[in-house]
Antibody, heavy 120, light 110 residues
C-alpha cells in the first residue's frame, strides 16, 4: 500500500522559509515522478512542482519559480520542498503526491497534507 | 496559467445520474491524459479516474470518465449520499509545462 507522510508545516512570518518533507513507502519511489500540490483554505487544488525520477528535470508553477525548490533523495525515499520568501498567499495545505513514469502522467496517490500558515 | 473549466456545482437525488464537464485546450486535454479526483469534506483528494477512463481498484463502476477533443467528462450513475463532495479534473499542459487542475465542481446529493 502506498503511504506518503508529509511533515514540516507550521506558522511562519512573511518573508520566512520552511522545508517540507515527504516520507514515501509501499512503492518503488525511484521509479516515479513526484509532485507537490497545495490547497488554500476553502479553495481548489493547485499544482506546485514536480521532479523526475533522477532529479534531472523539475517544473514549477509560475508564482513559485525562484522561491521554491523541489528535491528528492531516492535512497531515503523522501521528497522535499524548500520554500523561501514566503507570502501570505502561500498559506495552504501542501500535499505530497505520486506521479507516473513520465511527466505527462497525472497525480495518483496523495498524502494527508501538512498545513503551512504564513502570517505576521 | 491556463485553467481547466468545470461547472461550479452539480446536484441530483439518490439514484440519479450526474455528469461533470471539464473544458481545456489542445495543449492539455487535447494532448494528454485526463484524471479525475474526488475530495470528500475534510479529507485529502483521492484518484477516481486515470488515463481518461480507467478506474483504480476499489473505485465503484458507478464512476466513469470520457474524453473527446479538448473536453472531458465524469459521470456518476446511481448517485449516493456518500458521493457528496468536490470533484476536480486535471491534465498536464505541454505549453506551460505544468499540471493543471480544473476549477472544481461541488456535487450535492439532494
Amino acid at each position: 500500500e502506498v503511504q506518503l507522510v508529509e511533515s514540516g508545516g507550521g506558522l511562519v512570518q512573511p518573508g520566512g522559509s520552511l522545508r517540507l518533507s515527504c516520507a514515501a513507502s509501499g512503492f518503488t519511489f525511484s521509479g516515479y515522478w513526484m509532485n507537490w500540490v497545495r490547497q488554500a483554505p476553502g479553495k481548489g487544488l493547485e499544482w506546485v512542482a514536480n521532479i523526475k525520477q533522477d532529479g534531472s528535470e523539475k517544473y514549477y508553477v509560475d508564482f513559485v519559480k525562484g522561491r521554491f525548490t523541489i528535491s528528492r533523495d531516492n535512497a531515503k525515499k523522501s521528497l522535499f520542498l524548500q520554500m523561501n520568501s514566503l507570502r501570505v498567499e502561500d498559506t495552504a495545505i501542501y500535499y505530497c503526491a505520486t506521479g507516473g513514469p513520465s511527466v505527462a502522467f497525472g497525480v495518483d496517490d496523495w498524502g494527508q497534507g501538512t498545513l503551512v500558515t504564513v502570517s505576521s | 496559467q491556463s485553467v481547466l473549466t468545470q461547472p461550479p456545482s452539480a446536484s441530483g437525488t439518490p439514484g440519479q445520474r450526474v455528469t461533470i464537464s471539464c473544458s481545456g485546450s489542445t495543449s492539455n486535454i487535447g494532448s494528454n491524459f485526463v484524471y479525475w479526483y474526488q475530495q470528500l469534506p475534510g479529507t485529502a483528494p483521492k484518484l477516481l479516474i486515470y488515463r481518461n477512463n480507467q478506474r483504480p481498484s476499489g473505485v465503484p463502476d458507478r464512476f466513469s470518465g470520457s474524453k473527446s477533443g479538448t473536453s472531458a467528462s465524469l459521470a456518476i450513475s446511481g448517485l449516493r449520499s456518500e458521493d457528496d463532495g468536490d470533484y476536480y479534473c486535471a491534465a498536464w499542459d505541454d505549453s506551460v509545462r505544468g499540471y493543471l487542475f480544473g476549477t472544481g465542481t461541488k456535487v450535492t446529493v439532494l
